[in-house]
């Protein structure tokens, strides 16, 4: 079986090591990454699969932003980076709390 890597620069934020797959964390083969924003240490990454939440110095997934009924390809910082804004392909969006990354 090949490599699979998700890599920010340098950063390698996930990879499939014991056995664990990165279609187990969301990102499956075909999935398209759109976006990628950055604020301190978070990683915001908007893809096919939904929008995820990163820790960018440990390279931990910190949380899946899941409450759209279909993929949010779209996701921001506010200008302080307490809140994300993510946007739907179903043309709805959502305000997440950025440090528990529950649904306000």
Known sequence: ESEQKLVYGSQVLAFNHDGQKLSEIGLAGGAEITL???????????????????????????????????????AVFSGDGTMILTACVDGTAKLWNASTGDCI
Do not use: D, E, F
Request: with cysteine; hydrophobic share 30%; glycine share 10%.
């Open 36 to 74: 990628i924003r950055q604020k301190g240490p978070l990683l915001l990454t908007s893809s096919s699969k939904g929008a995820k939440l990163w820790n960018s110095i440990t390279g931990h997934c910190i949380c899946t932003l899941a409450g759209h009924s279909r993929p949010a390809r779209s």
